[in-house]
């Protein structure tokens, strides 16, 4: 023991040495209460009149309940949120963190290509350089922006401005950042080898080819390369009417459509390219790649091919397209006007063989990608060149009304030899109905009436005079119809007009007026509030063509599937037909052969093959030249061709109309027909 323990233990008293075993009053305390230890619960044991607190007595076991109902709730909520995360916002969380290293990746399919009836491509798929972001993938804060201005440097089409517009409306923790943002298009190929070369190190940027499509016979006839040119068969700007365009698809389009187009895809917008276009855009491809951290494929894991759209063949003939447009611009050059129409249609089928609205425009303009400078020309000019007048077009009809009005056979109102006297008009109390001949056209039948086009005759078959009972305005609304008036044809274009019936109905309602007797005469030869389209006549010209029976105009006649490449005719079963008797059509088929022979259309006498017509005047405005048509089909007895004329404000239909056709049927049957 050291000298400082011992000095210590020095210290002690004596009986405090804390090894002895204590005796006295409490190492005896076993038999003595007195000296019992108090236990902790003895701590507080007092006065009888303090509160005792116990532990068992003092905790409430209602508590429990309490407590077990808060834990349970935060179980609940723990588990609404896993199955939120897990089930719910599975998909999402997982294509996100996918998304980091596995993508799926659309393979776009090959449009289809359109042909004419002789086999021409009329438009192809040209490759084009398109830039687009993976918002996602894309850096951010200063690195953005130096990105940005780097591609800003290099395309001069898009500002950073409008890029920066562009990401704005992403959020980049959506599903939304990993679909391709378009930035810009058609871009030149020195630039896009500059994009090519830095976009290995830009993440988020891709340069991809493209195609877009580019038309034939169109305005594209001044290259030397164009179809048009290699054929030497001209061109035809009115073909941008039938076949329209693609376009960039919109926002509007894209929610229409869903997950079958992705925001850098074309559509077509006008046109065949926008009636057809689930069969010409094709099936989707896909294949999973695995990325690196820039967002750049590194491997394929899997791959499904797409499947190329279908390919179409058109009714229409390219040859016949463009000849037909140039007879009719030669006239309105020569009348210094520039709005016509005209239709060349096989009677038989239905079969669109031209379709010509001037004036016309450019596609290749839009598929490109227009200026907002050439589209502002465009839909600033008065003419109206992007407005397809043959099928939207609504007009008086003239007196090509007349061989519909002759359906007064088929309801017994006349027969093939009722007779009227024609003495240049008739009255009714102060109005007077004139015939276009002074002095009228004498004793006239049915056959007369449609030749040289006899007002006085009709009004009679339709309102009726004095006593004699003619079809009256429900009777003659009944028929229109049945020849499709009113209501559309159903072509494969998009925008097509119903044209307009009017009834007494109508005029009380719209006009608040009653309708009188002169409304029927007017309707009855073609005036008044009835508005036809062009290709509504073509329609039932071809139903008197062919002998009764009506089908539907249109442009498709085949499809060619694009992955078995085996061609499948397109149904085109007739509307209707029978509702007038065969001989009945033949009286109505006399007349408007002799309305070449010895009527209003004696001109087309010249053309090889016989030839069944009816001209029209429509009266449209006080201050204006009227409307002139002209309408036949050739030849008389087997009918090829049934083929429609109209030239706005031209005037006479047999001064104006009647020439082109004439024109076109002898090119047709002289030159074209034994050129194949």
């Not at 179809?227 to 389009?253: F, P």
């Not at 007064?408 to 001949?437: H, K, M, Y």
Request: charged share 20%.
């Amino acid at each position: 023991m050291t000298s400082v323990n011992y000095f210590l233990f020095k210290k002690k008293k004596k009986n405090s040495d804390p090894f002895l075993i204590k005796t006295g009053k409490f190492g005896e305390a076993r038999n003595k209460s007195f000296y019992r230890p108090a236990w902790a619960e003895d701590a507080y044991i007092g006065d009888s009149n303090k509160q005792q607190e116990l532990v068992g007595q003092n905790f409430n076991v209602n508590y429990l309940f309490i407590i077990a109902a808060f834990i349970s709730i935060l179980l609940l909520l723990l588990l609404a949120k896993i199955a939120w995360l897990q089930i719910a916002k599975g998909d999402y969380y997982r294509s996100m963190a996918e998304g980091n290293r596995i993508r799926t990746v659309r393979i776009e399919p090959q449009r289809g290509v359109i042909f004419d009836s002789t086999g021409n491509a009329l438009v192809h798929n040209k490759p084009n350089f398109l830039l687009y972001f993976i918002p996602v993938d894309l850096p951010v804060g200063d690195d953005l922006d130096t990105l940005i201005l780097e591609i800003e440097k290099i395309i001069d089409s898009i500002s950073a401005e409008e890029i920066k517009a562009k990401l704005a409306k992403i959020n980049r923790l959506s599903l939304e950042a990993y679909q391709p943002l378009f930035v810009d298009d058609n871009i030149e190929y020195e630039k896009a080898m500059k994009i090519y070369l830095k976009s290995s190190d830009w993440p988020g940027v891709v340069l991809t080819n493209k195609s877009v499509r580019e038309y034939y016979y169109v305005a594209d006839y001044i290259n030397a390369n164009s179809a048009a040119s290699k054929n030497n068969l001209g061109y035809s700007l009115s073909l941008a009417h039938v076949l329209g365009y693609t376009g960039k698809i919109n926002e509007e389009e894209l929610k229409k459509y869903g997950s079958e187009y992705l925001p850098i895809d074309y559509i077509g917008k006008m046109g065949v390219e926008y009636f057809w276009e689930n069969e010409l855009k094709g099936l989707n491809g896909k294949k999973q790649i695995e990325v690196d951290a820039l967002g750049k494929e590194k491997k394929i894991i899997g791959e499904v091919s797409a499947i190329p759209g279908n390919s179409l063949v058109l009714a229409l003939d390219i040859n016949q397209q463009i000849k037909m447009e140039s007879l009719l611009k030669k006239e309105l050059e020569k009348l210094h006007l520039q709005k016509g129409i005209a239709i060349v249609m096989d009677p038989n089928n239905g079969g669109i063989l031209a379709l010509v609205s001037l004036p016309a425009f450019d596609n290749n303009a839009f598929a490109r990608g227009i200026s907002r400078t050439e589209y502002e020309t465009l839909i600033k000019d008065p003419n109206q060149p992007l407005f397809n007048r043959a099928v939207s077009g609504e007009y008086p009809s003239g007196s090509t009304i007349k061989p519909v009005m002759a359906a007064a056979l088929e309801e017994g109102v006349i027969d093939e030899n009722t007779s009227i006297i024609s003495t240049g008009g008739i009255r009714i109390g102060q109005w007077f109905f004139p015939d276009w001949r002074a002095g009228g056209h004498g004793v006239t039948d049915v056959r007369k009436a449609i030749a040289q086009s006899v007002n006085t005759f009709f009004y009679y078959i339709g309102g009726g005079f004095q006593n004699f009972s003619g079809l009256g305005l429900d009777k003659i609304v009944y028929y229109e119809k049945m020849f499709g008036l009113g209501s559309q044809t159903g072509v494969d274009l998009a925008g097509e007009s119903d044209g307009f019936l009017p009834t007494s109905e109508w005029k009380e309602k719209t006009k608040n007026e009653k309708w009188y007797i002169g409304d029927t005469y007017h309707i009855s030869i073609g005036q008044g509030d009835l508005l036809v389209t062009p290709l509504q006549v073509a329609m039932y010209v071809s139903f008197f063509a062919n002998g009764g029976t009506l089908y539907r105009p249109h442009l498709v006649k085949s499809v060619i599937n694009g992955a078995t490449k085996i061609s499948e005719e397109v149904k085109n079963d007739p509307i209707r037909g029978g509702f007038i008797k065969p001989y009945n059509v033949r009286i109505v088929r006399e007349g408007m052969r002799q309305t070449v022979t010895s009527g209003s259309a004696s001109r087309l006498q010249s053309v090889p093959v016989p030839v069944a017509g009816k001209t029209g005047t429509a009266q449209w405005a006080t201050d204006k030249n009227p409307h002139g048509w002209f309408v036949a089909f050739a030849p008389y007895e087997e009918p090829e061709i049934a083929i429609v004329v109209m030239i706005e404000a031209g005037g006479e239909g047999s001064s104006v109309a009647t020439p082109i056709a004439q024109d076109y049927l002898t090119w047709y049957f002289r030159d074209y027909k034994n050129s194949e």
